[in-house]
Nanobody
Framework: VQLQAYGGGLVQAGGSLRLSCAGS????????MGWYRQAPGKQRDLVAR???????YYAPSVKGRFTISRDSAKNTVYLQMNSLKPEDTAVYYC?????????WGQGTLVTVSS
C-alpha cells in the first residue's frame, strides 16, 4: 500500500499551494496522519500531523503558515501551505505517524522561487 501525494508545483515566494494525499479508508480511519518533506541532501522530516480527532502539530519552521486537515469521507489528508519560502522547497510525502516504510509513495515536488 502506498500513499500518493499530489498538488506540488513551482510557486514564487509568498505564494500558496494545497497538497492532497489519498489512501484507503482503513488507513485513514485508525491512524494519525502526517506530512513529511525532504530537501536535497537532507533527511525526511515531519512537517505536520493530525489525529483522528483533529488535533494537530506543526514543526516550528511551518507553524502559522501551514495547515493540515483531513476529510474522512474522502480518505484524504490536505496540507495548505501559505506564505511559502524558498526553504520550503522539498519533496513532500504523506505517511502515518510514526512513519511506515511500506507506505511511502513518490511524493510531490514543491519548488519555491525567490
Amino acid at each position: 500500500v502506498q500513499l500518493q501525494a499530489y498538488g506540488g508545483g513551482l510557486v514564487q515566494a509568498g505564494g500558496s499551494l494545497r497538497l492532497s494525499c489519498a489512501g484507503s479508508g482503513t488507513i485513514f480511519s485508525i491512524n494519525v496522519m502526517g506530512w513529511y518533506r525532504q530537501a536535497p541532501g537532507k533527511q525526511r522530516d515531519l512537517v505536520a500531523r493530525i489525529t483522528r480527532g483533529g488535533n494537530t502539530y506543526y514543526a516550528p519552521s511551518v507553524k502559522g503558515r501551514f495547515t493540515i486537515s483531513r476529510d474522512s469521507a474522502k480518505n484524504t489528508v490536505y496540507l495548505q501551505m501559505n506564505s511559502l519560502k524558498p526553504e520550503d522547497t522539498a519533496v513532500y510525502y504523506c505517511n502515518l505517524v510514526p512513519r511506515v516504510s511500506d507506505y511511502w509513495g513518490q511524493g510531490t515536488l514543491v519548488t519555491v522561487s525567490s
